[in-house]
């Protein structure tokens, strides 16, 4: 038996409240697409009440993202002069809050508002993410951590679809407004009791810290309060990594897009299903999304510790993936339910992991200003969220059929992968010049 002078100087076990952290990430991250998918569920019930034809949908599914795109640079640097935790758990509140209050809209002009409204509050949502997992994960944790949340997105949509597809028919496409809604006013309570940053939560101890400080994470990074300017965002915007990201994250975030607007409406106009049904169907995409995202997090991480490069480690479940969710064309090949859904599903899948995009940009931001970088990233994906909605309503008004807006997809898909073979070099930290940062040297330095 230790004596009590042995007890003493034994070492000093580690908590993990990372994992609780990541927890409430998960279940935030859920609700988060939810309610920007509660549209797209509520759309076939909702066109002849608000007299929607497609172009008008159209518009409407890309409200959201005109706020939220261009919210993703001032929300990144609110995140990094701010605490993550005030700026969104805020978002948080007042995204359900206007989520519930779609239940009210009356024509095109309030649903538009008020999808404004949700973009611009979900706007520090996925920068707030990353920089929150930066701080708490260590570097051979992180891939997985940013799988999990992110993966959980698809697991929300697989569960809840059907779910809100019930309500629909049950009780009207208000009352899916009114159940999302409410889902993330409730989370935003938990929200505030339980996010902290590491050295300020008061679960934690110092060898949780050391351990994910001496792993990569930026345990200390709201330490200190810098100053964001503009010189920071052209460095940003200049670098060749950071632009095939760019362009990338763009690319994917077509097929997003089009899972989270149309493909209910697809599903029900193209494919003859009932709403109810192509709920139920429409849950399955998603949890394949799920699936593959976990899948993803989990083969980077393991090649990471065999001993490959942080770049092939990150990217190449990333460019499988944007390679196999191409295959979401062969859809306009067969009239078969069953086997549209297979399709959908194996691209979802793909799309899962290519979700690993997001580790990137805690691997590579210089790490004064990961909610900025963070802020741009998302802001170059989500102008897919302004234009695939609207490319998909002008097709679809034009031809009549969805076969245009899945060629158009592909494509884009394509050019992600290119993206990442052959701009996409270096995978490390970029480190702020010296003028830009005051006592920090050199450009770029490994993670």
Do not use: C
Not at 4 to 27: G, M, S
Not at 236 to 243: A, E, G, H, S, V
Not at 275 to 287: Q, R, V
């Amino acid at each position: 038996m230790a004596s009590k002078h042995e007890a003493v100087h034994a070492p000093l076990q580690k908590t993990n409240v990372r994992y609780l952290i990541l927890a409430v990430l998960f279940v935030t991250t859920a609700i988060n697409y939810i309610d920007r998918t509660a549209l797209g569920i509520a759309a076939p019930a909702m066109q002849d009440d608000l007299y929607l034809d497609a172009v008008k949908l159209g518009f409407a599914f890309s409200a959201f993202n005109w706020a939220y795109t261009f919210l993703q640079i001032p929300s990144g640097w609110l995140l990094d002069r701010f605490e993550a935790r005030i700026v969104y758990g805020i978002g948080l509140f007042v995204w359900s809050l206007f989520t519930f209050f779609q239940g009210f809209a009356v024509g095109f002009v309030s649903l538009f508002l008020m999808r404004f409204i949700v973009g611009l509050a979900e706007a520090p949502s996925f920068p707030g993410n990353s920089r929150i997992t930066t701080m708490w994960f260590p570097q051979h944790e992180r891939g997985r951590a940013v799988a999990f949340y992110n993966s959980s997105q698809y697991f929300g949509l697989a569960l809840f679809t059907p779910i809100l597809a019930w309500v629909l028919q049950t009780f009207g496409w208000q009352a899916v407004f009114y159940s999302a809604g409410l889902a993330g006013i409730i989370m935003s309570f938990f929200w505030f009791k339980l996010i902290r940053d590491p050295k300020s939560h008061p679960r934690t101890n110092q060898a949780e810290i050391d351990y994910i400080q001496q792993g990569g994470g930026l345990a200390d990074v709201g330490d200190k309060k810098h100053k964001i300017k503009w010189s920071h965002v052209r460095l940003l915007l200049t670098n060749r990594q950071m632009i095939g990201i760019y362009i990338a994250q763009f690319s994917m975030n077509t097929i997003v897009w089009f899972f989270l607007t149309w493909f209910p409406t697809y599903l029900v106009e193209e494919k003859n299903m009932t709403i109810l049904k192509a709920g139920f169907m429409a849950s399955l995409p998603y949890m394949g999304a799920f699936v593959g995202g976990l899948i993803g997090g989990y083969l980077s991480d393991w090649l990471l510790k065999q001993g490959k490069s942080l770049a092939v480690a990150r990217k190449t479940p990333i460019i499988i993936g944007f390679i196999l969710s191409s295959s979401i064309i062969f859809a306009n090949y067969t009239s078969s339910a069953g086997l549209i859904i297979i399709i959908m599903s194996v691209a979802f899948f793909a799309k899962g992991m290519a979700g690993l995009t997001w580790t990137l940009v805690g691997d590579m931001s210089p790490k004064e200003i990961i909610g900025l970088s963070g802020g741009i990233f998302n802001t170059f994906g989500n102008l897919a969220g302004i234009v695939t909605p609207i490319v998909v309503g002008f097709i679809l008004s034009q031809t009549q059929s969805f076969a245009g807006a899945l060629m158009f997809i592909a494509v884009m898909l394509i050019i992600g992968a290119l993206s990442y073979l052959f701009i996409v070099n270096k995978v490390e930290r970029i480190e702020l010049p010296q003028e830009l940062a005051g006592n920090q040297t050199g450009l770029t330095k490994n993670s």
